[in-house]
């Protein structure tokens, strides 16, 4: 019984969503859900409530301030020609639609997520994308298959947050993540190739995909062992972008092609000062040691701002802002309530309720394990998030099973990161990133669950074959 209304939240958003709901109303029904199921039976102190509000503000103002800062970015180099001025000189040097689509799926918007995180590489990738001739539809999948790195996302605090909970040691669990998510890095990869190929390439492409994910899997578990969990994905990604770029002006010369146009240079600069200012803060702040209320000054929501202006040098024009606004109450609402409905599932006990009822299933628990993380990514649209709800209640049942911890977490980690890709609240930002995209939101949806969730259901076979071993 108890394991029937802790589900039922969840079930039920995924069940409007299906039938073709907004994102907003699913997601509102979702927290009337919640706030019932509470009533009922998971009533908590109201000390308990304020302490995960006084937690829980701070990230979603900052979550929500990010998502404007996203939107203005991108908006702003849209409206001025540089982002077609950048994905032009990119498309020259690629030579082919997949190998540029690689590029930006495995190289620059894994590199962008994992600096900044919160979906930003989102609002970097599908606007180049959108230059390569792709139908619309296929351009927002594409884009969102490109948050692929997201246990690195943001520097790794989710990856964190699960090492801390679980006892492991950070950079373990990084690794042996690294090592998990050939899985996902290879089917996104063998599907963005896929969707981008001609007609009669289809297997050369599927191969493009393939070497893509394998290569981007060595290079972050490459710099894990070097540098550390923090800047391995960014760092990993920066290495595929330079192996992209290096195979494809080998392949083809490079005479009589433009050189970089100015709006592009610029937008590059804005870039470079979105990604240095983050990692120059963050630096910095660690260095000095400073308390959580400087904090805010590496926040991408910042330097995302900060970008945009220097762009503009202040003068953004007001249609952008215009429309930035329209597109920020479209996505913001929908990422606040998934957020609030992970939160009061996390503080009220459902969460755990869930994962330890289906810990009764035994041994085959370890092949609904990532499942049960990949929801908690799918209702909150953050690895951190999700961890906060699933990680120490997936340890103790890793306990109980007799499985090996290290490579449990690890699958629920990349799990917990995955569906981040498929969550109303990413899905509803990448379609407001294309003027065509809103009417694909549907096929978007299903789509990218669909791809999630293949990858997924390998991860739990990988789980049950350790655990078997």
């Avoid at 690689?102 to 609002?123: C, K, M």
């Amino acid at each position: 019984m108890y394991m029937f209304i802790s589900a039922l939240p969840v079930a039920t958003v995924i069940a409007v969503l299906l039938a073709g709901w907004r994102s907003l109303h699913a997601a509102a029904l979702g927290v009337a859900v919640a706030l019932l199921v509470i009533a009922a039976a998971f009533a908590q102190p109201a000390s308990a409530w304020l302490a995960a509000g006084m937690h829980w503000a701070p990230v979603l103002l900052e979550v929500l301030l990010i998502v404007a800062g996203g939107l203005l970015l991108s908006e702003v180099l849209r409206a001025s020609g540089a982002q077609k001025a950048l994905a032009d000189w990119l498309l020259a040097r690629a030579g082919s639609g997949t190998g540029a689509v690689l590029l930006v799926v495995h190289g620059i918007t894994p590199f962008a997520e994992s600096v900044t995180g919160f979906g930003v590489g989102v609002t970097i990738g599908i606007p180049l994308l959108a230059h390569f001739g792709l139908p619309p539809r296929k351009v927002v999948l594409i884009g969102l298959l490109g948050l692929c790195a997201v246990p690195w996302g943001s520097m790794g605090p989710g990856t964190l947050v699960a090492a801390t909970m679980a006892g492991l040691p950070f950079k373990e669990l990084g690794q042996a993540s690294a090592l998990v998510s050939v899985i996902p890095f290879v089917i996104t990869g063998m599907a963005a190739a896929a969707l981008a190929s001609a007609p009669g390439r289809r297997w050369p492409a599927l191969l493009q995909g393939l070497l893509s994910g394998l290569s981007l899997t060595a290079a972050v578990a490459l710099m894990n062992t070097l540098a550390g969990t923090a800047p391995a994905g960014a760092l990993g990604a920066l290495l595929v972008v330079g192996w992209h770029l290096l195979r494809l002006r080998v392949s083809q010369a490079d005479a009589g092609k433009p050189p970089l146009s100015a709006p592009g240079r610029r937008a590059l600069a804005a870039y470079a000062l979105l990604l240095g200012g983050v990692l120059a803060a963050a630096a910095l702040l660690r260095t000095l040691d400073l308390p959580a209320a400087w904090h805010g000054l590496a926040s991408p929501g910042l330097w995302l701002l900060v970008a945009a202006v220097f762009f503009t040098r202040g003068r953004p024009a007001r249609p952008s802002l215009a429309k930035v606004w329209r597109s920020w109450l479209q996505v913001a609402p929908v990422t606040a309530l998934f957020i609030v409905l992970g939160v009061l599932m996390a503080v009220s006990g459902m969460a755990a309720q869930l994962a330890q009822a289906l810990a009764r299933s035994g041994p085959l628990y370890l092949l609904a394990a990532p499942f049960v993380g990949a929801l908690g990514g799918f209702v909150t649209g953050s690895n951190t998030g999700a961890n906060a709800m699933f990680a120490a209640t997936q340890a103790e049942i890793a306990h109980a099973l007799g499985a090996p911890l290290l490579p449990f977490m690890a699958v629920h980690n990349v799990s917990a990161s995955l569906l981040l890709m498929a969550s109303p609240g990413k899905v509803e930002m990448a379609v407001q990133l294309l003027a065509q995209g809103a009417d694909q939101r549907r096929w978007v949806q299903q789509s990218v669950l669909m791809l999630d969730l293949a990858a997924v259901a390998l991860m739990g076979v990988l789980n049950w074959s350790w655990a078997r071993a």
